[in-house]
């Protein structure tokens, strides 16, 4: 089995299956339990096509988010409220309780937007060995929520960074919305493991973190050595990923204080359309 699958597949790591990036985890004292919070490196607005083309993967901060999407600081904070009333996932296949969500589809064309009818969300096997190959029906992002500029705008702007990539056209673009608490005594952002989207573009947006500790970002590339890991403390610093090139994760939240949780908003862009069991 290659590296690739293994992640993919969310094979145990054994001393002879390590790869490159999990040796530097390890040796960094991330698999002992170290808590030393490693900030990401930050990329301006202006450069983000760059370093995605370069390393895969980028990073925007709160400040660059704003600046990429025209949009102030308190219209993005509108949306935050919305996240008080997502309900719970109910398709967990790991027995837990600790995850709610939303989700909503839509075309982004150019400066269109373009609401799709609500349908599910479905993956296949080959990048979600935990949960693929089943069609889930989430509740959808509410009306009042998807009508807001600041989330047109967030759709737009980086349905702008996938063309600059490759090449103007509609980009298939699914919205989720997540909150991971501590119900459990433990969180997990990603319980399917390592894994890609089966899309071109993930961009994840840290919307809050409230009395936790964990939540490390890991990004390593799908076939190669070279592996980062961070963590997202403030609001709305946004992951861009290359989702043909990077496998990512985020690690495992426990709470610091009552009601810990961890918010994020998950967008992905496919080309072609939407991933579809009648599809494949």
Known sequence: MSARERALNHTPVTAASKRPW?????????????????????????????????????????????????????????????????????????????????????????????????????????????????????????????????????????????????????????????????TDGIGRPTPEGAHRDGVDFVAVVLVGRVGIKGGETRVFEADGPAGQRFTMTEPWTTLLLDDERVIHESTPIQPLAAQGHRDTLVLTFRRGGFQDPLAG
């Open 22 to 182: 999990h040796a530097l985890f390890e040796r960094s004292g991330i698999i002992a339990g170290m808590t030393t919070l490693l900030t990401p490196t930050i990329t301006a607005p202006s450069q983000l096509a760059v370093a995605l083309r370069e390393h895969g993967y980028s990073t925007v901060s709160a400040a660059g988010l704003r600046e990429l999407t025209g949009t102030p600081a308190d219209a993005l904070d509108a949306l935050k409220p919305s996240w008080d009333a997502l309900p719970p996932d109910a398709y967990l296949r790991d027995g837990g309780h600790y995850r709610r969500r939303r989700h909503a589809s839509f075309v982004v064309d150019g400066d269109r937007v373009t609401v799709v009818p609500h349908r599910a969300h479905w993956q296949p096997l080959d990048y979600n060995a935990l949960h693929g190959g089943l069609e889930r029906w989430f509740e959808p992002v509410l009306p009042e929520v998807t009508a807001q500029a600041a989330w047109a705008q967030l759709l737009r702007s980086l349905g702008a960074v996938c063309s600059a990539l490759k090449g103007p056209q509609p980009w298939y673009a699914e919205a989720h919305q997540f909150r991971i608490d501590t």
